[in-house]
């Protein structure tokens, strides 16, 4: 996979439609997942509680209860995670 660069392109209507059934706590867990995600090369791996430290979430409940919210936007390959946009920018 190619080194990707320090900014993302933020899509507003796709996030608005992605995020409308969500509460802001999950949104905001959200985004920072993806912020995360990009900074890693798109790879991270599926630990809860590092991915709870990293989202800054109070405690690895608070990022698994949100989790159940938006594991359906992520692609999980074993034990690791990545965006399926983010691939494509990166590539």
């Not at 995360?36 to 709870?52: C, D, G, R, Y």
């Amino acid at each position: 996979m190619a080194k990707n660069t320090p900014a993302f392109q933020f899509y507003p209507q796709d996030f608005i439609g992605g995020v409308m059934l969500l509460d802001n706590a999950t949104t905001g867990i959200y985004i920072k997942l993806l912020s995360v995600l990009w900074i890693s090369n798109n790879e991270l791996p599926l630990e809860f509680k590092q991915l709870a430290r990293a989202t800054h979430c109070d405690s690895p409940q608070e990022f698994l209860e949100a989790w159940g919210h938006i594991a359906d936007k992520f692609k999980i390959a074993g034990n690791v995670i990545s965006h399926p946009r983010f691939t494509q920018m990166i590539e």
